[in-house]
């Protein structure tokens, strides 16, 4: 059973940073993609950014430039730093991941996709 636990995030002042962390357990064999996203209460769960079974990121207009994906294999943990932030950011933020597949896992923004989600962390940006 893979699992994933989320830890970061909490409140800051407009252009100020945070990061997250997703520490993912219980990994078959195969290859997985992962992503970030965020919600608002009452409102559909949107991507952040995304990373590949390569390592390769991708990341939604609205915060390209400002966040960065990064990974730590060796600890199964998945990053989500946040530069810049805006009121805007304001969010709960998912960590995901769907797989295993065999050979090469595309990243995807389609939530429908991601079986495996974090718990959620806040985080809230004040002007």
């Known amino acids: 059973q893979v699992q994933l636990v989320q830890s970061g995030g909490g409140s800051v002042q407009s252009g100020g940073s945070l990061r997250l962390s997703c520490t993912a357990s219980?990994?078959?064999?195969?290859?997985?993609?992962m992503g970030w996203f965020r919600q608002l209460s009452g409102q559909e769960r949107l991507g952040v950014g995304v990373?590949?079974?390569?390592?390769?990121?991708n990341y939604r207009d609205f915060v390209r430039g400002r966040f960065t994906i990064s990974q730590d294999n060796a600890k199964n943990t998945l990053y989500l730093q946040m530069n810049s932030l805006k009121p805007t950011d304001t969010a709960m933020y998912y960590c995901?991941?769907?797989?295993?597949?065999?050979?090469?896992?595309?990243?995807?923004?389609?939530?429908?996709?991601?079986?495996?989600w974090g718990q959620g962390t806040q985080v809230t940006v004040s002007s």
């Open positions: 995901a991941a769907f797989g295993p597949a065999n050979g090469y896992c595309a990243a995807s923004y389609n939530v429908a996709e991601y079986r495996y």
């Open positions: 219980g990994y078959t064999e195969g290859r997985y993609c």
């Open positions: 990373v590949d079974s390569e390592g390769n990121t």
